[in-house]
């Protein structure tokens, strides 16, 4: 029984990276599985076996993960303060502010 469930566990997984690794149809892959090992179980246990040799070699092909939205930084890029780039030792100029008979 534990070799079913492992292959069956296997299948489920196989399936849900194939559908494009969707949220809520574990169900829907798991009774998929399930279905498919029986149906491969009485055709003879050659066939389950063979399968899950299948399944097990179709996951070690690397398979790329959708494609996925970047998040944009929309918000403008900060100046680096003049100060900084300053020695700290040098005193900081002033600028003489002229003043209007408002």
Do not use: C
Not at 1 to 7: F, G, I, L, P, Q
Not at 55 to 69: L, M, R
């Amino acid at each position: 029984m534990a070799d079913s469930e492992e292959w069956i566990r296997n299948r489920a997984y196989a399936l849900w990276e194939a559908d494009g690794y969707t949220h809520g149809k574990d169900a829907e892959h798991w009774e998929q599985a399930r279905k498919e090992f029986e149906a491969a179980s009485a055709s003879g246990k050659k066939g389950a076996k063979t399968s899950a040799a299948k399944t097990n070699a179709a996951k070690s092909i690397a398979v790329e993960p959708a494609p996925t939205d970047p998040v944009i930084d929309t918000a403008p890029a900060k100046a680096k303060p003049k100060a900084a780039a300053k020695s700290a030792a040098a005193p900081a100029k002033t600028r003489a502010v002229k003043k209007t008979g408002l």
